[in-house]
């Protein structure tokens, strides 16, 4: 009698997503351009008491997209487009200032057009920023019928004795999780895989908007000012989740502890994670997990943080340590 072979473990390798790959290419450009690396790019200007800094990030929205096509649902991918820029931007501290976007298709659909350039203007809304420009590329046979691709830019600024770099991170600061929507707008490859008939069934979940961080970060870092407090290292929790994207804030000599079961992780990640096998570690590593943002802070800043984030929840402490992330 044959045994039944237990069910196969699903990956985002597996899903066609290579972390590994696109983490040796990140290596490669930070040798041939050192300033490549953080969650956004700073470029000194001249001038002014203190100095200032332009900041630009730029992204897209990623195989989210093609549950769009799936569903035809197309009105809040313009507001993933612009969080996934202005998110990673506020990281050092900065200011939005303006967005600007990509959209190509093959085949122009004003009507549906409409619907994904109101979205982009509601992300900006959102954000407090203009669209300030963007371009729409019409490109017959680049892209098969009904389908398009997004990409967003965003711009900001910082004064450089202000910018958050992690560099006054040490052991004994805590880490605060700011709640996600949900997926926002990554590790959809490896979910659309699980998922596969059911994605209408998961349809709402699933094309949640990705949440705005900017303007309650930007009254959390001014109403920690006036307290003479700071956030120490902030990280937009995108692809690679917590493993990955924390480490980029943290210097030399430290590493994370993080306290599974100190938040609520959202059904979501359950349903993924059970009906595609999928081993814990891949899903810490491909998904948000319920956690947006993570921040570092002084332990005597910690009151101050939950009292104007009220959903923000200690989630871990910094230890001595090579830089990385340990679950307990």
Not at 40 to 45: D, H, I, K, M, V
Not at 124 to 131: F, S
Not at 219 to 230: P, W
Request: aromatic share 6%; charged share 25%; glycine share 12%.
């Amino acid at each position: 009698m044959r045994k039944r072979n237990p069910m196969a473990q699903l990956t985002y390798k597996k899903a066609g997503v290579d972390i590994d790959a696109a983490n040796s290419l990140v290596k490669h450009l930070k040798k041939k351009a050192p300033a490549i690396g953080g969650f956004a790019g700073l470029f000194p200007l001249e001038g002014g008491r203190h100095g200032q800094c332009l900041v630009a990030s730029t992204d897209g929205v990623g195989t989210k997209l093609r549950v769009a096509f799936q569903l035809d649902r197309h009105d809040t991918i313009g507001i993933d487009l612009v969080a996934m820029s202005v998110n990673d931007l506020i990281c050092c501290g900065a200011k939005p200032l303006f967005f600007l976007d990509y959209f190509a298709t093959g085949k122009l659909d004003v009507a549906r057009s409409k619907r994904i350039l109101d979205g982009i203007l509601e992300g900006c809304r959102i954000a407090g920023v203009p669209l300030l420009g963007g371009e729409t590329a019409e490109m017959p046979g680049s892209y098969p019928a009904g389908e398009y691709d997004l990409a967003g830019f965003a711009v900001g600024l910082v004064e450089k004795r202000a910018v958050i770099d992690g560099s006054k991170v040490f052991p004994g600061d805590l880490i605060v999780g700011v709640p996600s929507s949900g997926l926002h707008s990554n590790g959809y490859s490896l979910a659309r895989k699980v998922l596969k008939k059911s994605i209408r069934k998961f349809a709402d979940e699933l094309l949640i908007p990705t949440r705005i961080y900017v303007s309650e970060i930007r009254d959390l870092i001014e109403g920690l000012r006036k307290r003479d407090q700071i956030i120490l290292a902030m990280a937009h929790i995108t692809g690679g989740g917590l493993p990955e994207n924390l480490p980029r804030v943290l210097p030399k000599g430290v590493k994370a502890v993080i306290e599974k079961g100190s938040w609520e992780i959202p059904p979501i990640f359950e349903e993924i994670r059970g009906r595609g096998n999928v081993p814990e570690g891949e899903m810490w590593r491909t998904f948000n997990m319920g956690v947006g943002l993570a921040l570092v802070v002084r332990p005597q800043a910690l009151a101050a943080v939950q009292e104007m984030l009220p959903k923000a929840r200690l989630i871990g402490k910094i230890v001595a340590g090579r830089p990385g992330v340990v679950f307990k």
